[in-house]
């Protein structure tokens, strides 16, 4: 199993910026990817952004693409999600969660095993 820790969220204005990020630790199986989620009262989890941590490769979904990036620190263990141009639409639970999957553009939660606790992302207008 993978143990993961979000940081960073909190209470922003429109337009402004924040940056999460989710650490892993304890690591015992196999994966490839981590990915951040956001889920709103009422709605149902989305996927927000993946990497594949071996390539680096990364997938936005449409709503967060030019605002948002993903990147992973050099040993690969931290992932971090760079948000500017925060709107109200983002607020939401942010989490992050780790799995095994082929290279694809969208992610569901279906797809990951392993999941961190959330971050609470606010943005007033």
């Known amino acids: 199993q993978v143990q993961l820790v979000e940081s960073g969220g909190g209470s922003v204005q429109a337009g402004g910026s924040l940056r999460l990020s989710c650490a892993a630790s304890r690591y015992t199986g196999s994966v490839n990817c981590m990915g951040w989620f956001r889920q709103a009262p009422g709605k149902e989890r989305e996927g927000v952004a993946h990497?594949?941590?071996?390539?680096?490769?990364?997938y936005y979904t449409n709503s967060v693409k030019g605002r948002f990036t993903i990147s992973q620190d050099n040993a690969k263990s931290t992932v971090y999600l760079q948000m500017d141009s925060l709107k109200p639409d983002d607020t939401a639970m942010y989490y992050c969660?780790?799995?095994?999957?082929?290279?694809?553009?969208?992610?569901?939660?279906?797809?990951?095993?392993?999941w961190g606790q959330g971050t609470q992302v606010t943005v007033s207008s």
């Open positions: 990497i594949y941590i071996g390539s680096g490769r990364t």
């Open positions: 969660a780790v799995g095994l999957l082929p290279y694809q553009p969208n992610i569901v939660p279906a797809d990951f095993t392993s």
